[in-house]
Each structure stands twice: as C-alpha cells, then as structure tokens.
C-alpha cells in the first residue's frame, strides 16, 4: 500500500494531485484543514491536507469503494433534493385539492342559499305579498343569517318574526278610552260595513253589556237604512239616520250617555272625489272619532292601492280585513299594512252576524304568509 499526504488551497486541487499520482483507484483516508504556519498563516485561508493511498492488490475495489461512495453520495444527494421536490409538489397538489373542495363546498352553500331564498320568495309571491315587500324581507333575512339546508326552519323563523314586526299589534275595540267613542266604519262599496258594524255592535252589546247606539249616513240605498234596522231591532240598539253632514252632532249629543255609538256610511266609490269629501265632512263634526277603513280580501292589489291613496285624507284610521272566506290569499294584510302603516285590528270571515269576526290573529296570518295552513276559518 503506498500512503501520501497532499496539501492544496481547496479539496478539488487536493483530489487533482491524489489522481495524477495515485491513480483513479486512490482512497481517501482523511481531509482536514490546516493554517499555513508562521503568523500570516493566520491571516490567510486555510490549506487542505488530504491523506491518499492506493494498493495495487485492492486497486479495482478500492477504486469501486471510492467511485461507489461518490455515487452514493450524489444518490444520497440527488435523491434528497428530488425527495424535497416531491414533497413540495405533494404538498402543492394537497393545497390545491383543499381549495377544489372548499370551493365546492362554498358553492354548494350559495346554491343551498339561493335555493331555499328562491323557495321562499316564491311562497310569498304566491301569497300575494307585493315584490318590494318581498325583496325587502329576505334581504333583511340573507343579511340576519347564513342559510343552509339544515337551517332552513331558521330562514323561515327569521321571515316570520320580520312580518310579524311589520304587522304590528291588533288593535281591539274594547281599548276604547273616550266614552262615547264614535266609530265610523268606512270603505268601498259592498265591502262588508253594515255587516261588521253589526257584528261588532252585536258582541258589543249582548256579550260585553256595552251600551251602544247606531247612527247611519247611509240614505243612497233604499235598502240600506231597513239593513241596519232589522240589526237594531234585533239587538234592542237605537238607530238614528241623518241625511246631512252636519245632523251627526245632534245625533251624537243624543247618544252621549252610550258606550259606543257606531257610525254606518254610504259605500263611496273610491275614484268618485266628491263623494269622499262629504265623508270628509261628516267625519269633521265628530271630536276624536275612530275609522275603520274596510277593505275586501277579494280586491286585487292595484285596486287596493288606489283604495287606500283615495282615502289618505283620513290621517288615522285602523284596518279591517273582510271576506277571508271568499279570498285564496291572505298577502294583501301584509301590503296594505306596510302601504298604510295604520293598526290592524279585525278580520271578517262570512256573512254570519255576529260569528263571523275575529281581531287579526298575527300568527295565523304569518303562518299563512310563509305557506303553511291558515288555522280555523278559511283560505
Ligand atoms: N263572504 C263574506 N261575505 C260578507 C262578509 N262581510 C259581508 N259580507 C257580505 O257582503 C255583502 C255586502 O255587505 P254589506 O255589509 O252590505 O256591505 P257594505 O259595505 O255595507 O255595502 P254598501 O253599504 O252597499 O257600500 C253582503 O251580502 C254581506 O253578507 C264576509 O266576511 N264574508
Ligand atoms: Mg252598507
């Protein structure tokens, strides 16, 4: 065996010289690094020292162990760099797979969204409600929750508690302060007044022992006046029929020691302008009255617009909803009530005096306007 030591400024230099001398099948027993000597050495870079040796006998091996160690290293090496490689790319093709997946689910969840917001805007078009009303309510509603299949029952929860707010309270008859309390009982034609007033004053007097009296300005009709006769006589309340605005005042000093003295009037054909203003007339003779703009479930939406800015000359008045029996939808409370502002207070369901009244139930009519069944009297 022939063992050398070489000194170079670097380990390239160091292997030159160990093969120019040695041979390709040199091995390498040791490098290390040493300083030049004296004390510039310090100064300067260090040197290489490589020990070689080579053997005749071992030559091919040694030069396999040599050449194989190189290899394994640049394997070792080589394969370590691509191994990282692939890590990252693994890496990469995860983070892609996740945002695949989380972008599937993102959409799945708008879907789900638009989906169960386009089932609930339809069920409240089919309801009747006026789109602005509707578009109002469920931006209202996609701002309050995020919606999905599973929380659909809280989508439909957040609808109801917004027209349940929009509807308000019911106002009920017997809060009257003031005594007498004049009630006038106001509306298109046919729309159901007599009717209800009768039906009112019916529960009025025979259920809650009030003292009432009626008054009719309603002289149009022959039939009229015999209408609300045949109630008062039935019901042992007296009737007075003016024919002149202004004999409102007498009537009303007359019946000063009543409860409740209930005002009938001639159905006005809401487009006809004087009509409404000797309405108007009649209404000012009396201090704090009580309206109730009577509107029919049965009249088209448009109509009912034009309704209630014919008689917007009224600056308060309460709301009752009648013919629910003849009408399949119940959406016009919901839109008058948000076109008015004014208090719902009674809901009329049939022809039958005094049965057929009801103050507005909230949650009926909200449980209706989302779909589901109007409990008790029709739809
Ligand atoms: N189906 C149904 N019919 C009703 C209801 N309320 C009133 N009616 C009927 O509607 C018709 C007109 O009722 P009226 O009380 O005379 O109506 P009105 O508003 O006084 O009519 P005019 O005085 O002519 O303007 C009558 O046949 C009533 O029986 C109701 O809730 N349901
Ligand atoms: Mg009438």
Redesign the pocket.
């Known amino acids: 065996m022939k063992v050398k030591r070489y000194i170079a400024t670097d380990v390239s230099e160091a292997m030159i010289k160990v093969k120019n001398e040695l041979g390709r099948d040199a091995v390498i027993l040791h490098t290390r690094k040493i300083k030049k000597p004296g004390i510039m050495g310090f100064l300067k870079k260090p040197l290489v020292e490589v020990i070689a040796a080579v053997d005749s006998s071992y030559s091919s091996n040694s030069n396999k162990v040599f050449k194989d160690n190189t290899l394994n290293s640049n394997i070792l090496f080589k394969n370590d760099s691509e191994n990282i490689q692939n890590i990252h790319s693994q890496i990469d093709s995860i983070k892609s797979m996740l945002n695949t997946v989380l972008n599937k689910i993102n959409n799945e969840d708008k879907s789900d969204t638009s989906n169960i917001l386009n089932k609930y805007e339809k069920i409240l078009l089919e309801n009747n409600i006026a789109k602005p009303i509707v578009d109002k309510i469920l931006t209202i509603v996609s701002r309050q929750i995020s919606i999905s299949d599973e929380n659909e029952q809280s989508l439909k929860n957040a609808i109801k508690v917004i027209v349940k707010d929009y509807l308000g309270k019911p106002y009920s008859i017997e809060n009257a302060a003031d005594k007498p309390k004049v009630i006038f009982?106001v509306?298109?034609?046919?729309?159901?007044?007599?009717?209800?007033?009768?039906?009112l004053g019916a529960k009025l007097s025979v259920m809650n022992n009030k003292s009432v009296a009626f008054i009719t300005s309603?002289t149009?009709?022959i039939a009229?006046v015999d209408?609300l006769k045949t109630y008062s006589e039935i019901l042992s309340v007296p009737l007075t029929v003016i024919y002149e605005p202004h004999e409102i005042r007498e009537a009303i000093t007359k019946y000063n020691d009543k409860d409740y003295i209930l005002v009938?009037?001639?159905?006005?054909n809401h487009k006809d302008k004087e009509l409404l203003t000797e309405l108007k007339s009649l209404i000012s003779y009396t201090n704090s009255p009580e309206i109730f703009l009577?509107i029919?479930l049965t009249t088209g939406y448009k109509d009912i617009i034009s309704i209630v800015n014919s008689y917007d000359f009224l600056r308060d008045y309460k709301l009752i909803f009648?013919?629910?029996?003849?009408a399949s939808l119940i959406g016009n409370i919901l839109n008058v009530k948000v076109l008015t502002s004014k208090p719902l207070s009674y809901?009329?369901?049939?022809?039958s005096?005094p049965d057929?009244?009801e103050i507005a139930n909230i949650d009926k009519i909200v449980n209706c306007i989302v779909g589901e069944e109007y409990e008790g009297s029709s739809l």
């Open positions: 009982f509306g298109p034609t046919g729309v159901g007044k007599t009717t209800t007033l009768a039906k309603d149009y009709r009229a209408q009938d009037t001639a159905g006005r009577l029919s009648t013919k629910l029996d003849e809901i009329t369901t049939g022809q005096v057929d009244i």
